[in-house]
């Protein structure tokens, strides 16, 4: 073996015969290679193998010539026990995974037991792999050796070889060769020995993407292996830095896959590193998956999370186990949210198991969407879809079996069925949105709380969820920013109450909004600002995209919107907490969508009234202090009076407030930063210091002047730990201690003895003893708030929002405190922004027009601030005064308002339990201890009374009455009936605004229960109720009676105001039903006051001349004069207590056709002699409470004067040829046995001392036996 083999004889003859069949000259070239191949030839083939083997197989070899390829010679062994193989390949694809991979498959072809391998190496450009592979005895296989040779040659080939292979076969010659001379050489060891070629060459494409700057991320998904029908491979592709794990595997989890391995490749292919990033997944289901199938889907939701465009939570597992898109996943996901904030007590995780266990409901639910709202399908596929869609949901749930998954399941389809609108299909720049907006009919969905608002518009987005809830069609109110992520709908559903209510002042109902931001910034506040402000511009985007417009006077539904509710082109917003600054963003994009509100869509814009230059809700709640200290005897602009205030001057509402008098004393106040100490302030001092505070851009209590202190005085931070307290200061405060922390500071000021607590702050700072902190919502706060029992101030002004519990001022004001609520208080902001909102409305079309341009529009607004003010302020000072006038004889009246309570609950119009009204029970305990409702409950019912009376109006023909138009007019300032009145009637919201007005006079003048019981008692509708108010209220011109009481504020008491402002409403109640008994059908209001105007003077200037003509009254003039009231005021108050006799006087006159100055003195006379004066003194002095014995002593007063003018009448229609004075003379001659009998009855009942209802309904039967 170690011999040469031409020195071994038989090996020597062998070879020359080898030679000799090469026909080659072994001088030659080749002759001399062929020598060199059998001499480095292995001994045991040279021994063993036959003449033609060596012959076949040297020739073989000599012909390679040094080419880079894969051949393959063999021999079988002549006894069949092994074969001999010679495999050469190019020695640069050599490798000892290659020569394992090339011993296996020569054991597989051969059907080998065993291998021996001996490698050669040597200056050639091809390496020799010698392999012995024994076989079985028996063996009888005849292996094909072109097709190992080619199996040897993929496997000899290098990962590049294949590499560009395969792009060649991709991409062709010229560019597969471009991409692998640009990327081969860079791929790493690791993942070409990983990673097949093959798969590289199918993502090249997306690694040049990313690479040339094309894409921020590319990915793909397939299977692991061949065999692996459960596993399978993500791969992504991103420059500079891989997907940390913490990220992705978060996100892979949440799609339904564990993830079992992960493979980093960093591959330098540019100027930044590219990052080949593969995981080895497999469905946390167990389930087989078609990775081509899934592929977009899944690739499509794991960006739009990793971006931060969808949530990272287990809806994503829908993408894989409900074949939904990462886009349904979020419409689940956003119903999910929505239904977390109703009163549906699970939680995300729960509803999204009971949703992944149901898998064909939830892909039925689906389904259901898209039939509803999918703009692409027509009527009739829409409804086949949702028809066969409803079928199959409750075929389904009849199986659920399990009472919280049915729960869960029917939570989320009563959400889809109440869902009347949705953003869903609409697109940006061919891309979807990256919010869901719904519309809701809250009525439909059953897991709501109360109250529930007509609409609902519920906006979510990854980065924040809103809520906008609506009261009616046309409705109003704020949009805020929460803090309170888990329950913002409950804190947006009070302000919306509470907005209903204070909204009675304007025309539209009540809203309200808010949104919570989830990817807030930490750090510099004003990185936080701008994430909030780009969250309220998708809200308000939100809102705007489900919202019809008005273009050409057509109502246009937005694009890819399906409708299933009627025209909805009324929006409007305004600013809140949060949102101060934030109404130009919303007029901005409300321009960008061409709506036709323009800057009317939010008021206190740039080009809008500025509310706290105006310091227009503070002055409305003022006007409500200064009465409380009026009915005090007090005048806050001329007494000095204290005050602690919960606030800062930096503030609208706190800093307008405390300048509304010279004449305040602050002694303490606190806002979030600081407490504010003055125990005895000099009052003039101490106003100008507050004055500079308020007038620097922006301040605090910590830049009060300590000059400016008193003794004792000083301002502390709320963050000390605790607080050494003056002398005087403690003694004020009546603190034991002198070191107190900040929380119990606070809690000495809500409960010290002040004549005036005002909030201009922000929280809840007093409840009921009978409630819990938990009941209140406003943990913030939990440890500053005290019991409504604690309080010793005198009044409290709420110029703020939510400062006390309803339960709260109800239990103050039964303790004899004086207060309203907020919503009365402080409406001068929402009365003033409405009013902007209808007048740029109004003067919109003179823009439209070029006869008014918008600068110069802007300019008239300023120029009308001031008139603005004042008439928001007469709203507060009526309402105000509204109340106080229903708490005027309120124990009498307790019966009155729980009727009323009772009707508009059962009118659905309001829930008592909802509203914190008193029970039945409740009721009859305050009757029998002599005491009615509170202020806070008598606001409350008078603001629903004004709703259901101005819906009411708003449905019937009344603001049509040409009549009515003054109404129109006074509702807007003088500058604009001067230029404008003719643009008037084509207000949009003209219906709206008369009715509102007339609601609002209706109630506040007349009382909250005036036009239900006008309508029950006379069985009247709401529209002639109305329409006969208007009338008396004109023919008697009353509204000058009113100015003229109301301008006597501070100089006569309080309570004789409202006793003769009792008196005129009284008596015009019995004018209104005067005209609702006896002209019904006669109601124009045009016509009607036209036929009894004129004659009210002439009844009036009768009676001047008539002496001794209603006596009573006449001494009711005396001694209201005697208290200050003009004369002349006195003496038409008079004129109007005989309403319903001027009335019928002017009837008979017109009807006899007599002058009316020939009628009254019969009218008076007769009344007088027959003592018909008498028993109405006697009807007005009959004690009654409550409902129905009210309605006796009204039907005893119509029977009397229906006599009255009965006996007027025949006595006029006998008269012949006679003067009125001979007839009622002769008719009393003819009549004075009967006339005599009669008056002798009333005597002797007189007499009696005993006058009650039987006993005036005998009076005015004697009457009645003298027609």
Request: glycine share 6%; aromatic share 8%; charged share 25%.
């Amino acid at each position: 073996y170690t011999e040469r083999p031409g020195d071994v004889p038989l090996v020597r003859l062998k070879l020359d015969r080898v030679m000799a069949k090469s026909g080659l000259d072994p001088t030659s070239h080749n002759g001399k290679a062929l020598q060199h191949i059998l001499d480095t030839f292995p001994r045991d083939d040279l021994f063993q193998g036959s003449v033609n083997d060596l012959a076949r197989m040297s020739a073989g070899i000599l012909n390679l010539q040094e080419r880079h390829q894969v051949k393959l010679f063999c021999r079988r062994d002549a006894f069949n026990h092994y074969y001999s193989c010679f495999v050469y390949l190019p020695r640069d694809q050599y490798n000892p995974q290659t020569r394992r991979r090339i011993e296996e498959l020569l054991m597989q072809a051969f059907n080998g037991t065993s291998i021996e391998t001996k490698l050669t190496m040597s200056e050639s450009a091809l390496a020799r792999l010698e392999a012995t592979i024994r076989i079985p005895p028996d063996s009888r296989i005849a292996p094909n050796i072109a097709v190992i040779e080619k199996q040897l040659e993929a496997i000899a080939q290098t990962w590049a070889d294949r590499f560009r292979a395969a792009l060649l076969a991709q991409f062709g010659a010229n560019e597969g060769l471009k991409l692998f001379h640009r990327f081969a050489e860079h791929f790493p060891a690791a993942y070409r020995e990983e990673v097949d070629p093959a798969k590289s060459s199918g993502e090249i494409h997306k690694i040049a993407a990313v690479v040339d700057g094309l894409s921020d991320l590319e990915m793909s998904l397939d299977r692991a292996a061949e065999d692996a029908t459960h596993r399978l491979r993500f791969t992504t592709f991103r420059l500079e830095e891989p997907i940390q794990l913490y990220t992705a595997l978060p996100i892979l989890e949440h799609l339904g896959m564990k993830v079992l391995n992960e493979r980093l490749y960093q591959v330098p292919a540019g100027p930044a590193a590219l990052w080949i990033q593969e995981f080895e997944l497999e469905p946390a289901a167990n389930m087989s998956l078609d990775p081509e199938d899934i592929e977009p889907r899944f690739l499509e939701c794991f960006r739009r999370v990793l971006a931060g465009e969808a949530e990272n939570d287990q809806f994503n597992s829908f993408i894989v186990g409900a074949g939904l898109d990462w886009r349904e996943a979020a419409l689940l996901r956003a119903y999910c949210k929505y239904l977390l904030q109703t009163e549906l007590t699970f939680s995300q995780t729960y509803m999204q198991e009971v949703l992944a266990r149901h898998t064909g409901l939830t892909q039925t639910l689906i389904a259901l969407f898209h039939a509803l709202f999918d703009p692409d399908h027509d009527s009739k596929r829409r409804r086949t879809l949702v028809a066969q869609s409803r079928r199959s949901i409750t075929d389904q749930l009849e199986h659920v079996t399990t009472l919280d998954d049915d729960r869960i399941l029917r939570a989320f389809l009563s959400v889809i069925e109440a869902t009347l609108r949705t953003n869903y299909y609409q697109s940006d720049a061919n891309e979807r949105k990256s919010y869901i907006s719904f519309k809701l009919d809250p009525t439909k969905i059953v897991e709501l709380p109360l109250p529930r608002p007509k609409f609902e518009i519920f906006v979510y987005s990854p980065r924040f969820e809103g809520v906008h809830l609506r009261c009616g069609n046309i409705a109003r109110g704020g949009l805020r920013w929460s803090d309170r992520r888990e329950d913002f709908r409950t804190e947006i559903l009070g302000l919306m109450k509470a907005q209903q209510v204070k909204n009675t002042v304007i025309v539209p109902s009540g809203a309200k909004g808010g949104f919570v931001c989830k990817q807030l910034p930490g750090g510099d506040p004003k990185f936080v600002q701008a994430e909030v402000i780009a969250c309220y511009r998708n809200f308000i985007r939100g809102l705007l995209d489900i919202t019809d417009n008005i273009v050409d006077e057509r109502i246009v539904t937005p694009a890819g919107v399906i409708r299933r509710d009627n025209d909805d082109p009324y929006l409007v917003v305004a600013a809140d907490k949060g949102t101060a600054t934030f109404s130009d963003f919303a007029n901005e994009i409300a321009a960008d969508y061409g709506f036709w509100l323009g800057d009317a869509f939010a008021s206190g814009g740039s080009a809008g009234f500025d509310h706290k230059k105006m310091g227009i809700t503070a002055r409305g709640a003022w006007e409500c202090v200064k009465r409380h200290f009026r009915e005090l005897g007090i005048d806050t602009q001329q007494q000095p009076f204290t005050v602690a205030g919960i606030g800062d001057m930096g503030g609208d509402v706190f800093g307008n407030g405390m300048l509304m008098s010279p004449y305040i004393r602050l002694v303490a106040a606190f806002n979030h930063q600081h407490i504010f100490i003055d125990p005895d302030p000099d009052t003039r001092r101490s106003f100008s210091e507050r004055k500079r505070l308020f007038q620097r851009t922006r301040s605090d209590w910590g830049e009060y002047n300590e000059a400016k202190f008193s003794t004792g005085g000083g301002v502390y931070s709320r963050q000390s730990k605790s607080i050494k307290l003056h002398p005087a200061a403690q003694r004020m405060l009546e603190l034991e201690q002198s070191n107190v922390t900040p929380p119990e500071l606070v809690r000495a000021i809500l409960r010290m003895k002040v004549d005036l607590l005002w909030n201009g702050g922000i929280g809840t700072y007093i409840k009921s003893s009978k409630e819990s902190h938990g009941d209140v919502g406003d943990p913030a706060n939990d440890v500053l708030r005290i019991d409504a029992d604690q309080l010793q101030c005198r009044v409290i002004g709420e110029g703020g929002n939510l400062g006390l519990t309803q339960l709260g001022r109800i239990e103050f004001a039964l303790l004899g405190g004086r207060i309203n609520t907020d919503f009365i208080d402080n409406s001068g902001g929402v009365d003033t922004s409405d009013r902007e909102v209808n007048i740029k409305i109004l003067l919109d079309n003179a823009i439209v027009g070029r006869t008014l341009s918008s600068s110069k529009r802007n300019d008239l607004l300023a120029a009308m601030t001031d008139e603005i003010a004042d008439l928001v302020l007469v709203d507060n000072y009526n309402q105000s005064q509204a109340l106080s006038m229903m708490s005027t004889s309120n124990h009498e009246r307790l019966g009155e308002n729980a009727y009323l309570i009772r009707t508009l609950a059962e009118r659905g119009v309001l829930d008592r339990d909802l509203e914190n009204l008193p029970t039945e029970d409740n009721i009859n305990e305050r009757r029998q201890t002599g005491s009615g409702l509170t202020r806070p409950e008598l606001a409350v019912i008078m603001s629903y009374a004004k709703i259901e009376l101005f819906n009411s109006l708003v449905e019937s023909d009344t603001p049509e009455d040409p009549y009515l138009s003054a109404e129109l007019e006074a509702y807007f300032p003088e500058r604009l009936r001067r230029r404008f009145a003719a643009a008037f009637p084509a207000h949009r919201l003209r219906r709206e605004i008369i009715a509102m007005r007339i609601a609002s006079s209706m109630i506040n003048r007349m009382g909250a229960s005036f036009a239900i019981r006008a309508e029950e008692d006379t069985g009247s509708t709401t529209a002639q109720v109305a329409r006969a108010y208007a009338i008396a209220r004109e023919i008697f011109n009353v509204r000058d009676l009113w100015k003229e009481i109301e301008a006597c504020d501070n100089q006569v008491p309080a309570d004789v105001q409202y006793d003769l402002l009792f008196q005129i409403s009284r008596r015009l109640r019995r004018a209104v039903y005067w005209l609702l008994q006896r002209r019904l059908d006669a109601l124009s209001i045009e016509q009607t006051v036209a036929r009894f105007s004129p004659g009210v003077g002439q009844v009036r200037q009768s009676l001047a001349k008539l002496e001794g003509a209603d006596e009573h009254h006449r001494n009711d003039v005396r001694q209201h004069q005697s208290s200050g009231i003009p004369g002349d005021l006195m003496e038409r108050l008079a004129a109007l207590a005989i309403a319903t006799q001027t009335l019928d006087i002017i009837e008979i006159a017109a009807d006899s056709e007599i002058a009316i100055g020939d009628v009254v003195p019969l009218y008076f006379e007769l009344g007088k002699d027959l003592r018909l004066d008498w028993i109405r003194t006697k009807i007005e002095e009959l004690h009654v409470e409550g409902r129905w014995p009210a309605t006796a002593r009204a039907t005893l007063r119509e029977h009397l004067a229906q006599q009255q003018n009965a006996l007027i009448r025949s006595i006029l229609a006998q008269r012949g040829k006679r003067s009125p004075r001979d007839a009622l003379t002769e008719w009393f001659i003819e009549s004075k046995d009967k006339i005599a009998r009669a008056c002798q009855n009333l005597r002797d009942m007189d007499a009696s001392g005993e006058i009650d209802f039987a006993t005036l309904s005998a009076a005015i039967r004697e009457i009645e036996r003298l027609t």
